[in-house]
Nanobody
């Protein structure tokens, strides 16, 4: 079974940038890939999605600041985060809907902490 491994989180000042990466452990066929985040005491929320055809959608709170992209040759999805705000502080999770011969399969990464200081 494929696994997703995230990297790139850390501590940054407000207004700064970070790039998160999520690599699949093997070549997979996907329906879509997403980034979610969960702040302390809050439910997990969808941040950005990229379809297998490359169509992207964003939560209103990050539109214009975050960019999701993929490198299919590296089986990797990225989240470029610019103009970060303290309210962006959360654990960020990578998610993929894998297409397999026996149906679809949800894959989740382990999460990476992003902390934005004011």
């Amino acid at each position: 079974q494929a696994q997703l491994v995230e990297s790139g989180g850390g501590l940054v000042q407000a207004g700064g940038s970070l790039r998160l990466s999520c690599a699949a452990s093997q070549t997979i066929t996907i329906n879509s890939m997403d980034w979610y985040r969960q702040a302390p005491g809050k439910s997990r929320e969808l941040v950005a999605t990229i379809s297998g055809g490359g169509i992207t959608t964003y939560a209103g709170s990050v539109k214009g600041r975050f960019t999701i992209s993929t490198d299919n040759a590296k089986n990797t999805v990225y989240l470029q985060m610019n103009s970060l705000k303290p309210e962006d502080t959360a654990v960020y999770y990578c998610h993929a809907v894998q297409i397999r011969p026996d149906g679809t399969w949800d894959l989740w990464g382990q999460g990476t902490q992003v902390t934005v200081s004011s």
